[in-house]
């Protein structure tokens, strides 16, 4: 196995890996022959085009952490790994027929492969690497995880089309919602390229609502299905009690909806204030160490936490 001695050599390693996963999907038939040229016209699932019905569009796009929304229970339907997902559904050949991201970053790791060198030099030590099938289960798990290296390979893959194929699929959720799980258009908060939310009818039907989109998709989108995650959740508020502003949003997650069993996400709170926001949301008290915060490569210090300025 590769020996990772130090963290600028795993990220060459991890690097590495990424160059040779674009290289092995740009070198498919599929990519080179097809999804290479920005044409959404390619017949997929019996679809003549990319092009979305006027039932797969709504006209929300609101942002979910807003005050309006507090204390409404919330239903997500997210795309796992969008561009990942995009691909698989236009044609699974041009992903070498794998059923996750996961089985194809271990697949194309283990490969015997000898990728060019991009830089001309023919002799770096990022290029010898590439050639290697040896990379370690920890560089692997890595770049499995690492939503930014996933971005970077899939940037280089005709993003353009990507982008027209995600809406499409995106379409088809808010269609399969409206049409089978009895969701109401003006229930629908946002629609993004790889989400739509909705608000649920009362809390108390929370469940119902969250089991009828599961067994909607499960029913009408079954190619899809898999790279869908369906989270349930109430949307909570972390304010100051005096001067009520607001510091960031939780998403208290219901029926164990969460795709990582999570009990609460903390969402849009700025990185300077997390650690008080963070207290605060679980009742503990706020340290001298949380008002701490990296400003420019600098340690940098509030003078006085955010929940404890005074009424102006």
Request: proline letters at 3%.
């Given at each position: 196995m590769t020996?990772i001695?130090?963290?600028?050599?795993?990220?060459?390693?991890a690097n590495?890996?990424?160059?040779?996963?674009r290289?092995?999907?740009?070198s498919?038939?599929?990519?080179?022959?097809?999804?290479?040229?920005n044409?959404?016209?390619?017949?997929?699932?019996?679809?003549?085009s990319?092009e979305?019905?006027?039932?797969?569009?709504?006209?929300?796009?609101?942002?979910?952490?807003?005050k309006?929304?507090?204390n409404?229970?919330?239903?997500?339907?997210?795309?796992s790994s969008?561009?990942?997902?995009?691909?698989?559904y236009?044609?699974?050949s041009?992903l070498?027929?794998?059923?996750?991201?996961?089985?194809?970053?271990?697949?194309?790791?283990?490969?015997?492969?000898?990728?060019?060198?991009?830089?001309?030099?023919g002799?770096?030590?990022?290029?010898?690497?590439?050639r290697?099938s040896?990379?370690?289960?920890a560089?692997?798990?890595?770049?499995?995880?690492s939503?930014?290296?996933?971005?970077?390979?899939?940037?280089?893959?005709?993003?353009?089309?990507?982008?027209?194929?995600?809406?499409f699929?995106?379409?088809?959720?808010?269609?399969?919602?409206?049409?089978?799980?009895?969701?109401?258009?003006?229930?629908?908060?946002?629609?993004?390229?790889?989400?739509?939310?909705?608000i649920?009818?009362?809390?108390?039907?929370?469940?119902?609502d969250?089991?009828?989109?599961?067994?909607?998709?499960?029913?009408?989108?079954?190619e899809?299905?898999?790279?869908?995650?369906?989270?349930?959740?109430?949307?909570?508020c972390?304010?100051?009690?005096?001067?009520?502003?607001?510091?960031?949003?939780?998403?208290?997650?219901?029926f164990?909806?969460?795709?990582?069993?999570?009990?609460?996400?903390?969402?849009?709170?700025?990185?300077?204030?997390?650690?008080?926001?963070y207290?605060?949301?679980?009742?503990?008290?706020?340290?001298?160490?949380?008002?701490?915060?990296?400003?420019e490569g600098?340690v940098?210090?509030?003078?006085?936490?955010?929940?404890?300025?005074?009424?102006?």
């Amino acid at each position: 196995m590769t020996s990772i001695k130090s963290e600028p050599l795993f990220i060459n390693h991890a690097n590495a890996l990424a160059k040779k996963i674009r290289h092995v999907l740009e070198s498919t038939p599929a990519y080179k022959s097809d999804f290479s040229q920005n044409n959404s016209k390619a017949t997929t699932g019996g679809a003549s085009s990319y092009e979305l019905r006027p039932t797969m569009k709504v006209n929300k796009n609101e942002s979910v952490y807003s005050k309006q929304y507090v204390n409404k229970t919330i239903v997500s339907v997210d795309i796992s790994s969008g561009n990942f997902t995009c691909l698989k559904y236009h044609d699974p050949s041009l992903l070498l027929n794998s059923e996750s991201y996961r089985d194809m970053v271990e697949k194309i790791a283990r490969m015997e492969l000898a990728v060019p060198d991009s830089s001309g030099s023919g002799g770096d030590e990022e290029s010898e690497l590439i050639r290697k099938s040896d990379f370690s289960d920890a560089v692997i798990e890595y770049v499995i995880k690492s939503k930014l290296l996933r971005q970077v390979i899939f940037g280089h893959l005709n993003p353009k089309r990507q982008q027209v194929i995600q809406k499409f699929l995106v379409g088809l959720v808010i269609e399969t919602l409206v049409d089978h799980a009895g969701v109401d258009r003006d229930r629908f908060i946002s629609c993004s390229s790889d989400e739509v939310v909705f608000i649920c009818r009362e809390s108390s039907t929370a469940r119902e609502d969250y089991e009828a989109t599961k067994n909607a998709i499960s029913a009408h989108l079954p190619e899809l299905a898999p790279n869908l995650k369906v989270e349930v959740f109430d949307l909570k508020c972390i304010e100051d009690d005096r001067t009520k502003r607001v510091a960031g949003y939780v998403k208290e997650f219901l029926f164990n909806s969460h795709s990582k069993g999570q009990a609460f996400e903390i969402k849009s709170v700025p990185g300077y204030l997390f650690a008080q926001a963070y207290k605060t949301y679980l009742g503990l008290p706020i340290e001298d160490n949380d008002l701490c915060f990296m400003y420019e490569g600098m340690v940098a210090s509030f003078k006085q936490s955010f929940f404890q300025q005074q009424q102006q």
